[in-house]
């Protein structure tokens, strides 16, 4: 990954942990394990939904995208 991506990712990582921060319960951020607890409830429930989703989206635009060109490549033949 190149250092122009991962400062994107670091940026919109640090802008979710601060909405998320915002969600969670002040005692659970007063121990390690609470914080663990928090982070893992977090991705668990908000970000990990939102990137299968993107990227399963993602795969059927591919899947679309290879039959419309199989397609295109069928009619060439006749």
């Given amino acids: 990954m190149d250092a122009e ?7 919109h990582a640090r802008a979710l942990a601060a909405l998320l921060y915002e969600e969670t319960d002040p005692e659970q951020v007063k121990t390690l394990a609470g914080i663990e607890a928090a982070v893992r409830g977090h ?4 970000v990990s939904p939102e990137i299968g ?4 989206q993602q795969a059927a635009a591919l ?3 290879e039959s419309v060109a199989s397609t295109v490549s069928s009619d060439d033949c006749t």
């Fill in 53 to 56: 989703d993107f990227l399963l």
């Fill in 63 to 65: 899947q679309v995208d």
């Fill in 43 to 46: 991705l668990l429930e908000h």
């Fill in 5 to 11: 991506k991962k400062a994107q990712i670091q940026a």
